[in-house]
């Protein structure tokens, strides 16, 4: 049976600028950046995954404020993901401290600065676009259930 790879990313601003994660992309080689991205683990609400996944690749803990939207991508390397987007806002850049051994760095970095990066893919600059240029959907739209 087919299944879409589910991830979440968190759109993470602080003033006017983005926390941007820089990574080496596996299939490529490449380093890239991207928002702090992962996978949905089992037994895990996408709330959950979102606020895990930003700790692990930044060490930064906020909690999301709403969601940008959700997004389909068939990647370069054959995978469809379903992408599911979150916004949060710090009152001021907190110091990232990855713990994932994958991410090299981190970096707060104006809109302007994010248009000349390679980034993992074309959703890492529309999600921060749209996170800017649409209303966010309330989590109260989200719903999490156990059996």
């Known amino acids: 049976m087919y299944r879409p790879n589910v991830t979440v990313a968190m759109v993470l601003k602080s003033g006017d600028r983005y926390l941007m994660v820089q ?3 596996k299939l490529s080689g ?3 950046f991207n928002q702090p991205a992962g996978h949905l683990e089992e037994n895990e609400s996408l709330l959950q995954a979102c606020t895990r996944e930003l700790y692990e690749e930044t060490g930064i ?3 999301p404020l709403g969601l940008v ?3 389909s991508l068939q990647a370069k ?3 469809h993901y379903l992408r599911f987007c979150f916004y949060g806002e ?3 850049c907190l110091e990232p401290k990855p713990q994932d051994a994958d991410i090299m760095t981190c970096h707060w970095l104006t809109h302007e600065e994010i248009q000349s990066l390679a980034l993992r893919s074309e ?3 529309q999600c921060i676009d749209d996170s800017q240029s649409r209303p966010l959907i309330p989590l109260s739209h989200l719903s999490y ?3």
């Open 77 to 79: 390397n054959g995978v």
């Open 145 to 147: 259930q156990v059996g």
């Open 30 to 32: 490449e380093v890239v």
């Open 69 to 71: 939207g959700i997004y």
């Open 123 to 125: 959703l890492v600059r």
């Open 23 to 25: 990574e080496r992309d």
């Open 61 to 63: 803990t906020a909690a």
């Open 90 to 92: 710090l009152e001021q």
